[in-house]
């Protein structure tokens, strides 16, 4: 009797969610304005003043090309090294409210986190 082998193939996916905000959107608010549940990628920002202030720089895209704000800095160098990690890996962020004061919605929150 053949001896019979079965292969399986295994993918792995992962999604991390947690609260943040999209910094600098005072300085692109002509070009943006955020819509409550839109979808916004963040990827490395390669831009000399960007990387000046911080070589980690993650800006918040949207459409893939337009800029619209920044990452905190104290996040960026972790989702700068996961980003740097596989060409799989990305981030999706959404707006999910107004800043926490009376100010009118220049900043959202980044809500979630996908791995594919």
Same mark, same amino acid.
């Given at each position: 009797?053949?001896?019979?082998?079965?292969?399986?193939?295994?993918?792995?996916?992962?999604?991390?969610?947690?609260?943040?905000?999209?910094?600098?959107? &005072?300085?692109? +608010? =002509?070009?943006?304005?955020?819509?409550?549940?839109?979808? %916004?990628?963040?990827r490395k920002d390669t831009r000399e003043e960007a990387i000046e202030y911080d070589k980690y720089a993650i800006g918040i895209f949207?459409?893939?090309?337009?800029?619209?704000?920044?990452?905190?800095?104290?996040?960026?160098?972790?989702?700068? &090294?996961?980003? +740097? =990690?596989?060409?799989?890996?990305?981030?999706?962020?959404? %707006?999910?409210?107004?800043?926490?004061?009376?100010?009118?919605?220049?900043?959202?929150?980044?809500?979630?986190?996908?791995?594919?």
């Amino acid at each position: 009797m053949a001896k019979q082998t079965t292969c399986f193939k295994y993918e792995m996916y992962y999604k991390v969610e947690f609260n943040s905000v999209i910094r600098g959107h &005072h300085v692109y +608010n =002509e070009c943006w304005t955020p819509i409550m549940g839109e979808t %916004v990628l963040a990827r490395k920002d390669t831009r000399e003043e960007a990387i000046e202030y911080d070589k980690y720089a993650i800006g918040i895209f949207k459409k893939q090309e337009k800029l619209v704000g920044h990452i905190p800095i104290e996040l960026s160098q972790l989702i700068y &090294h996961f980003l +740097n =990690e596989s060409n799989e890996n990305f981030i999706e962020a959404s %707006v999910s409210r107004k800043r926490k004061r009376n100010w009118t919605c220049r900043s959202g929150q980044i809500c979630s986190i996908y791995k594919e």
